[in-house]
């Protein structure tokens, strides 16, 4: 969902929306139905042509005659904070951007003619909420990046600088983990079937017996913080070093998931020596381009391979976080190389076959970390000046999100605990976290206690 505080014109979002989804270059794939065939597979089926019976996106426009500020949900929606703060639970704003009818579950998809792409206007006098929802089974988040550029292309009349896709209807990664070069890294690490099913009835115990209650929650770190943080882990990282040493390259994405997988094991954890699996995403195009992909034509679906970091609870918890983000970066370094994706997708192969699943990396009593990196997907610079109504709000500048929010709606899985990192225009980041309900005291506590210990 992304709040606009300006009145834009709903239908001509809507009618450039559509227009870009009705043409060629494979974009009419954004409007396909989600079917099941006789062996059960999933496939995407692309109506003829796109009408009100068959309509190219799943469409609704609420107009609300008042200041968004008068809204008692929306007018709660959160402002970036001066120091480290969980500002809002994103649990709560649900209704903004769903209605009771939208699909919570795969089989709401494969069951009805609705379109796996999905758009929600709320119209105030003075703001607009715009929510793109959409299937995983879609496209990832650069695949959503990729349709929000296309789509402020064809708002702003550009059309002819829409590229054409691939991979619509054939599958660049058909060939990928075919011909492995090297052993993967974490071979060792992969758990065979007596490990997946003590996994598994764990999983089923913590689900029958666990009370929690888990929520979504938005954490605002400003960006100045964030650089103190990442002083302090270079720091950290300095002193533990030869003084001689090179200054490692540390991003910004690399501190924040290593300072929040520090939140969430203070949370969560009950043993030192339980296992903790911090899975960070890697976007796959950029490896395997030239190989598998075209740098000319993007690709709308989903290219991604997580990459583990294997450490303690004790490990998580006493070392620094200057050493913790180090690791994550010596992961990411080691595994996002050809050869390694190579071997990785190798390995899947052979548990798809065996299992129907791709292997599964750690051990029977891990808990897992996943980590999405939305920080390069910018949604802050999705530009809508054309559909502006109101020129009184025009400054000149281009019509951008003040706010965003990314909402997931996936079965509650006890033994993972996923987050994802953006970032807005004003250099704020935001950080979306699944946390046990019982445990937001606890969180806001820490979180006051920070802003002493940056000094």
């Not at 107009?63 to 709660?76: C, G, K, N, V, W």
């Not at 996994?199 to 913590?206: D, N, Q, Y």
């Not at 939140?263 to 890697?282: D, P, R």
């Not at 190579?342 to 129907?356: H, I, K, N, P, Y």
Request: proline share 5%; with cysteine; hydrophobic share 40%.
């Amino acid at each position: 969902m992304s709040r606009f505080n300006a009145p834009l014109d709903a239908n001509k979002l809507k009618d450039s929306l559509v227009q870009l989804i009705d043409r060629d270059g494979g974009w009419r794939k954004l409007g396909a139905r989600l079917r099941q065939n006789d062996q059960k597979a999933l496939e995407l089926h692309i109506p003829t042509r796109f009408d009100t019976s068959q309509p190219a996106v799943a469409f609704q426009h609420e107009i609300i005659s008042s200041s968004i500020t008068e809204h008692p949900l929306a007018s709660r929606l959160p402002s970036a904070s001066q120091k480290p703060e969980l500002v809002a639970c994103a649990s709560d704003f649900v209704p903004l951007m769903r209605s009771k009818d939208d699909p919570a579950s795969l089989q709401d998809y494969v069951h009805t003619d609705r379109p796996l792409l999905g758009l929600r206007i709320l119209s105030f006098d003075d703001a607009t909420l715009v929510t793109l929802s959409f299937s995983h089974l879609l496209f990832d988040g650069l695949g959503g990046k990729t349709v929000l550029d296309a789509w402020s292309l064809v708002l702003q009349g550009r059309d002819a600088e829409v590229l054409e896709l691939q991979g619509v209807y054939d599958d660049p990664l058909a060939t990928l983990g075919t011909q492995p070069e090297v052993p993967y890294k974490h071979e060792s690490r992969v758990m065979g079937l007596p490990q997946l099913i003590l996994f598994g009835v764990r999983a089923l115990i913590r689900r029958v017996f666990s009370k929690s209650e888990v929520k979504d929650y938005v954490i605002c770190v400003p960006g100045s913080y964030v650089q103190k943080l990442k002083s302090h882990a270079l720091k950290d990282i300095a002193e533990a070093s030869n003084p001689t040493a090179e200054t490692p390259f540390l991003s910004d994405s690399d501190v924040l998931c290593a300072w929040w997988s520090k939140y969430i094991a203070s949370c969560i954890s009950t043993q030192a020596t339980e296992t903790f699996v911090i899975n960070n995403l890697l976007e796959l195009r950029q490896v395997l381009t030239p190989e598998l992909f075209r740098p000319e034509s993007p690709y709308v679906s989903n290219a991604l391979m997580m990459m583990p970091t294997f450490v303690t609870a004790r490990q998580l918890l006493t070392r620094s976080l200057g050493e913790m983000a180090l690791s994550i970066r010596d992961t990411i370094s080691q595994l996002s190389t050809k050869a390694q994706v190579e071997a990785r997708f190798s390995l899947d192969r052979v548990w798809q076959r065996r299992t129907g699943h791709p292997a599964l990396y750690g051990d029977p009593w891990m808990r897992m970390i996943v980590c999405t990196n939305w920080i390069k997907i910018k949604i802050h610079q999705a530009d809508f000046s054309p559909a502006l109504l109101d020129k009184k709000f025009s400054n000149s500048s281009p019509v951008c999100p003040a706010y965003n929010q990314i909402h997931a709606i996936i079965e509650n899985f006890d033994l993972i605990t996923a987050f994802a990192i953006s970032k807005d225009a004003d250099n704020s980041y935001w950080i979306y976290s699944q946390l046990d309900a019982k445990h937001r005291s606890k969180v806001e506590q820490m979180l006051s206690a920070e802003e002493c210990w940056a000094e």
